[in-house]
């Protein structure tokens, strides 16, 4: 059974830094890509990150680019979000999610996406 495991979420401070991790199981962990998405109160899912499954190809939404950095250890099947200079428009349920290849063609879309992991609740707040 294919899984995929969010944690590492909590409440931070304007400023402060997260490290959200994605743990798969039940798959060859290094044959996909793997997304980060976000969901706030009362808006839609929104892309963050994808990153290609050998880990050569990075993409970012706008928003995140130079704040937010995802890696990934194909050793520990284990996909990373490192997020720094968090502002509070970045709260939100992040979610990761496993791609149909091993590169993130169309990443921002959801529909690119064959497995969901549960959530992972980031507050930004003073």
């Known amino acids: 059974e294919v899984q995929l495991q969010a944690s590492g979420g909590g409440l931070v401070q304007p400023g402060g830094s997260l490290r959200l991790s994605c743990a798969g199981s039940g798959f060859t962990f290094d044959d996909y890509a793997i997304g980060w998405f976000r969901q706030a109160p009362g808006k839609e899912r929104e892309e963050v990150s994808c990153i290609s499954s050998t880990g050569n190809s990075l993409h970012y939404v706008d928003s995140v680019k130079g704040r937010f950095t995802i890696s990934r250890d194909n050793a520990e099947d284990t996909v990373y979000l490192q997020m720094n200079s968090l502002k509070p428009g970045d709260t939100a349920v992040y979610s990761c999610?496993?791609?149909?290849?091993?590169?993130?063609?169309?990443?921002?879309?959801?529909?690119?996406?064959?497995?969901w992991g549960q959530g992972t609740q980031v507050t930004v707040s003073s």
């Open positions: 999610a496993r791609g149909r290849g091993r590169l993130c063609l169309r990443w921002h879309l959801t529909a690119t996406y064959g497995y």
